[in-house]
């Protein structure tokens, strides 16, 4: 973090190269994370380019008592929901990925998809923790930060969600 808040105090002064830092530091972790979230590919790269937009416009508002992944996480998860919102509003149907509509082949079927797919059954907040929990390695307190949630939810909601996937687990292995 102390390498972080280097670069945070260099780019809050105008130094454009140590942004780049804090974005090539950032970028691969930020779009893996809302990669799970998305139906398109597209939908992905235009989360993580108005978050660092965002940071970059916003960075003199950053205090610099979190971590700046979990200030950047919190402003994607927002430009996400923003969207989602949006899409309510005004459906989108996308014509992009028309193979995808095809039936999955059964003898490429394998555990990691079959888990990659219960996952994606959460409802959005429980796969968010369990994501930045166990895949990305935040805290509890990062992850209540970034979400803006309680420490004691963000508990609850991993608490739940490996519930629902140990059920889900069980029921496929006890067929």
Known sequence: ??????????????????????????????????????????????????????????????????????????????????????????PFESLDNLEDLAEPDESSFEWHHTLRGWIGELDETKRMVFILYEVEGYSHAEIASTMGIAESSSRTLLTRAKRILQDRWNKETNR
Do not use: C, P
């Not at 530091?25 to 139906?39: G, I, M, S, Y």
């Not at 971590?67 to 899409?87: G, H, P, T, V």
């Open 1 to 90: 973090m102390d390498d972080d808040n280097h670069w945070i105090t260099l780019a809050k002064s105008g130094n454009q190269k140590a942004f780049k830092v804090l974005y090539d530091k950032n970028v691969t972790l930020l779009f893996r994370f809302l990669k799970q979230f998305a139906q398109r590919e597209g939908e992905v790269h235009e989360w993580v380019q108005r978050a660092f937009i965002k940071a970059f416009e916003h960075l003199d508002s950053f205090d610099q008592r979190s971590k700046f992944s979990s200030w950047l996480f919190r402003l994607a998860i927002n430009e996400m929901k923003m969207d989602r919102r949006r899409e309510q509003i005004v």
